[in-house]
């Protein structure tokens, strides 16, 4: 069974420049979440998606930051403009679904895309 | 507000040495709480986890104590090995609602010398 993909692995871009991260979550978790880590700092949640909904997005810093899970598969991050601020490491993570108060189970993370704002 | 705050930042061990690394939480609310296991170029992997009606959680030579009252938690590595090397974050979450967020420590990262 292949893992939760990211892709690009890293990416330099110029402050104002937009980039869009992708992630591939393992087939059947219905449960997708997106996380960045700041040099040196926790690893923070930015949302989270059931299927194609977003059913949290409490993380997202602001509205520069865009994401979208088409037909509930693969989904993107989009920062658009970019700020130095933005740099850091982006994870996604995927999560079995389970119904009613079951527990939604083990996250999986990608390897992370490692992002660059000159 | 960090949630979750994890020491140290980072640890050196000699092989065969134990490893403790410690975690402290605020939100009572919270009721699981996993390491996570990351090495270089890779993302985090879950390492063992732990309920709240549990003291103590053992698998292989790592253990995690949990103190409700105290609202603290830790990780033991037993006999540190070098391939052990790298950084391990304590998370905490409500499973069955907030969809399952983790909350993250600062992540330690450690170093087992040989």
């Known amino acids: 069974e292949a893992g939760v993909t990211q892709f690009p692995s890293h990416s330099v871009i110029e402050k104002g420049q937009t980039v869009t991260l992708r992630c591939d979550p393992i087939?059947?978790?219905?449960?997708l979440y997106w996380y960045r880590r700041v040099m040196g700092k926790e690893i923070k949640f930015l949302l989270h998606?059931?299927?194609?909904?977003?059913?949290?997005e409490s993380g997202m810093p602001n509205n520069r930051f865009l994401a979208e899970r088409t037909g509930g598969t693969y989904s993107t991050l989009k920062v658009q403009p970019a700020e130095l601020e933005d740099s850091g490491v982006y994870f996604c993570?995927?999560?079995?679904?389970?119904?009613?108060?079951?527990?939604?189970?083990?996250?999986?993370f990608g390897p992370g895309t490692r992002l660059t704002v000159l | 507000q960090q949630q979750v705050k994890q020491s140290p930042q980072s640890l050196i061990v000699q092989k065969g040495g134990i490893s403790i690394i410690n975690c402290a939480y605020e939100?009572?609310?919270?009721?699981?709480f996993p390491w996570y296991q990351q090495f270089p170029g890779k993302g985090p992997a879950l390492l063992i986890a732990?309920?709240?009606?549990?003291s103590e959680k053992k698998e292989g030579r790592f253990t995690i104590s949990f103190n409700k009252s105290a609202k603290q938690f830790s990780l033991h590595i037993m006999d540190s090995q070098p391939g052990d090397s790298a950084t391990y974050f304590c998370?905490?979450?409500?499973?069955?609602?907030?969809?399952?967020?983790?909350?993250f420590g600062q992540g330690t990262e450690l170093s087992v010398k040989p």
């Open positions: 993570a995927s999560s079995r679904r389970t119904s009613g108060r079951a527990f939604i189970g083990e996250q999986f």
């Open positions: 087939s059947g978790h219905d449960n």
């Open positions: 998606f059931v299927k194609e909904s977003k059913q949290d």
């Open positions: 939100n009572t609310a919270f009721d699981y």
């Open positions: 732990i309920r709240p009606d549990v």
């Open positions: 998370a905490a979450s409500t499973i069955y609602n907030q969809g399952g967020k983790l909350i």
